[in-house]
């Protein structure tokens, strides 16, 4: 591993663990290990089916965005390289590493490698964006939960970049692409953008597209309700479907390792105010941590799998 790879690692999980040291100093840890060996099993078993489910779906729209320019990805391999991919991004310290290990896998199957890379770019891409679409339609009522404040600025600050990146996106062919000193990369960043602007502006693939983050994202915020209830958490579904885009979002941003540290700070303080106890709301959110962590095992024994063939 190289130097800079060891210190970008080294300092995601400094940044993970002085984030969970932060919320020790107001949370009964006895009581929330408590909640955790009394979590009820059976909502934790269906989280994790859904979430299963969930990844056979997300490749289902890999393979729409990815047939537009490159044609040829079967869904049965587009699903077993998701399934890795998802154990990958819980694995590895960049919440995006999954992305990574989708390219490794496929990489020698495809002759156009700017499409390749850029479909799976466009697919992560237009997943966040239904997040940061979940995110803006709830901002008044996380404005409402939070009392607006510094958390509030930030998180419209956060949404307010993500919507330029995706600007830049959509148009870096003729911005980005002309202003670049390297020919590779100007053709590259050309080609990725005008193969993103080909997806939005294609309506019938587009709202395919669409359909599908939307059942996505209400599922696995529904398998995120279902964490709660096993701790008998008092959350309601509604509650779950405003606060818990916001936190995606944030925990989205590759500074700690998998995000554990900002999901754990995020829930905590965002339910907190919602009157949830933070003994409970942590015990939550580890909780989904370790849910997401069991999912991706399909995806481990299909890794060993498809090495050794």
Same mark, same amino acid.
């Given at each position: ?39 009820? *099993? ?8 859904? *979430? ?39 694995? *590895? ?127 696995? *915020? ?88």
């Amino acid at each position: 591993m190289k130097r800079k790879s060891v210190v970008s690692l080294l300092v995601k999980l400094a940044i993970s663990a002085i984030l969970v040291a932060v919320l020790s100093f107001g949370i009964d840890f006895g009581e929330t290990f408590s909640t955790i060996a009394h979590a009820d *099993l059976i909502d934790l078993a269906l989280s994790m089916v859904i *979430l299963m489910a969930l990844i056979a779906l997300g490749a289902l729209r890999w393979k729409l965005v990815s047939d537009l320019q490159n044609p040829g990805l079967p869904l049965g391999r587009a699903t077993v390289v998701m399934l890795i991919g998802w154990f990958f991004n819980q694995a *590895l310290p960049s919440t995006i590493g999954g992305d990574v290990v989708r390219g490794h896998l496929l990489w020698n199957d495809y002759l156009d490698k700017t499409k390749f890379v850029s479909a799976i770019m466009i697919d992560r891409l237009i997943g966040l964006f239904v997040v940061v679409v979940f995110t803006t339609v709830f901002l008044s009522d996380i404005d409402e939960t939070l009392g607006g404040g510094l958390p509030y600025i930030g998180l419209l600050v956060l949404v307010g970049v993500a919507y330029v990146c995706y600007a830049i996106a959509i148009t870096s062919d003729l911005l980005l692409a002309r202003w670049t000193p390297f020919p590779a990369l100007a053709r590259f960043t050309a080609g990725f953008s005008k193969a993103f602007r080909a997806v939005i502006t294609s309506p019938a693939l587009f709202a395919k597209i669409l359909a599908i983050g939307l059942i996505y994202q209400l599922a696995f *915020l529904y398998s995120i309700f279902l964490v709660f209830e096993s701790v008998d958490a008092s959350v309601s579904f509604l509650e779950v479907l405003i606060l818990m885009p916001a936190i995606q979002l944030i925990s989205s941003i590759p500074v700690s390792y998998s995000g554990w540290g900002v999901r754990e700070q995020s829930i905590v303080f965002a339910f907190g105010m919602a009157g949830l106890a933070s003994s409970t709301a942590f015990a939550a959110s580890v909780l989904m941590g370790l849910v997401f962590i069991v999912a991706g095992f399909p995806g481990a024994i299909l890794w060993f799998i498809f090495r050794r063939s």
